[in-house]
């Protein structure tokens, strides 16, 4: 069996361990509980016909992109980076998360994940910035941890890159 480490990466209370929760146990809290350092999670996923466990590195939010901790990010295959849509400072950190990401794992694949569809009409985020990213080749999945909207898809889409490379 393959193993593939993935980081979970943004800000606090994006989601982050939202939507692991929903990935791995299938299940939402409302209760918001701070994670410190980082939670590993797992959970084995069929990729056409190859049994992959995914490492779930659930990292603490960081208030400033030069907080994140590059000794978390060693060895990973490949990363969610998260922003709430209903905050768009999120995103933003996110861009500067993702720069330091990338100097510390190099070209790993990564998924953009705008969390909160389910408030889409409290988003501060508008499509023309989403639609900006994917013109310079990301890939972005609108998810919702509460509802389960994409999340599935968005860890799967993940699996998926980490193997073609």
């Not at 209370?13 to 999670?41: M, N, P, Q």
Request: net charge positive; charged share 30%; glycine share 6%.
């Amino acid at each position: 069996m393959i193993q593939k480490k993935i980081c979970m990466l943004g800000t606090f209370a994006v989601g982050k361990t939202s939507l692991v929760r929903r990935f791995v146990e299938s299940i939402y809290s409302d209760k918001y509980h701070t994670t410190v350092g980082v939670k590993i999670d797992k959970k084995t996923v069929k990729v056409g016909n190859e049994e992959v466990m995914l490492l779930l590195w659930d990292i603490q939010g960081e208030e400033k992109a030069q907080d994140l901790r590059k000794s978390y990010l060693r060895g990973a295959a490949g990363y969610l980076l998260v922003a709430d849509g209903t905050r768009r400072d999120t995103l933003y950190t996110a861009l500067t998360i993702q720069t330091r990401a990338q100097d510390t794992v190099g070209a790993a694949p990564f998924i953009l994940l705008i969390n909160k569809s389910d408030l889409v009409d409290q988003w501060q985020l508008e499509e023309r910035e989403l639609d900006a990213l994917a013109d310079r080749g990301w890939h972005v999945i609108k998810t919702s941890a509460k509802s389960g909207t994409s999340v599935e898809e968005a860890f799967l889409s993940l699996a998926k890159r980490m193997l073609e490379v």
